[in-house]
């Protein structure tokens, strides 16, 4: 059967999103999974989003993010308000869910793909790739000829061709055969691209073409909710930003 994978991340805790997407997904017959990591944090439904994403039972690698939460390191380097949103999620989780956290790898290879949270260039230090020198040090190490990563919340395509790194600009890109890839499938739960619509990507291996997806979804009802659980009010008013 022909594979077509969804590859979605950065979830931040926002179920509304995270249905809307998963629905668009069945949709279009999505038929595997692969998560960019940082399923929680910011939003107000961890456990839900945590649940949902480890009901498709695919791979998953830890994102910041997972990793603050999980790994119980001290807050101290925080600002406050993001120290606040750590242990309320921290409380939200049960004991087992943080456990299973503190498990994911910081990058795995799947179906001969690879997946890293921030940058397969010291993966655990969750640096940022918003340029070409940035993406040419984590292409060093990029061994397969697709990775898939989030992080930066923005939707990005970087080509690595006889040596030299390219940004590409596209919705829909068939990749072409003996150059290497590494692509930003966005947010599906946070946007930072000034589009607030959730984003993911798709793969479909046999025509080798990714297409980026924007769907709207209930911003309103993901904004109540941060602020019923008494999260920064930032984090709600950021949503309808796309930033
Ligand atoms: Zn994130």
Request: with cysteine; aromatic share 10%; charged share 25%.
């Amino acid at each position: 059967m022909d594979k077509l994978i969804a590859i979605i991340g950065d979830i931040h805790s926002n179920l509304d999103a995270l249905e809307v997407v998963l629905e668009d997904c069945r949709r279009e017959g999505v038929t595997d999974y692969l998560c960019t990591g940082d399923v929680v944090g910011y939003g107000a439904q961890p456990h839900e989003c945590l649940e949902l994403v480890r009901s498709l039972g695919c791979p998953i690698v830890m994102g910041n993010h997972d990793h603050y939460v999980s790994s119980f390191q001290d807050l101290d380097d925080f600002n406050p308000a993001a120290a606040e949103v750590v242990e309320w999620t921290r409380g939200a989780l049960s004991q087992e869910e943080l456990e299973f956290l503190a498990s994911l790898p910081f990058k795995s290879v799947n179906m001969g793909i690879t997946l890293v949270h921030a940058t397969l260039d010291n993966p655990s230090a969750f640096g940022y790739v918003f340029d070409h020198l940035q993406a040419e040090a984590h292409f060093v190490h990029q061994v397969t000829s697709l990775c898939f990563h989030g992080h930066t919340h923005c939707p990005m395509i970087y080509e690595k061709q006889l040596g030299a790194v390219y940004r590409i600009d596209a919705q829909d890109f068939k990749l072409p055969i003996g150059r290497k890839y590494f692509i930003n499938v966005g947010s599906v739960g946070q946007p930072r691209d000034g589009d607030p619509r959730a984003a993911y990507a798709l793969y479909d291996v046999k025509s080798r073409t990714v297409r980026f997806r924007r769907l709207e979804y209930d911003i309103a009802s993901a904004q109540s909710k941060i602020l019923e659980a008494g999260l920064p009010e930032r984090l709600a008013a950021r949503l309808e930003m796309g930033q």
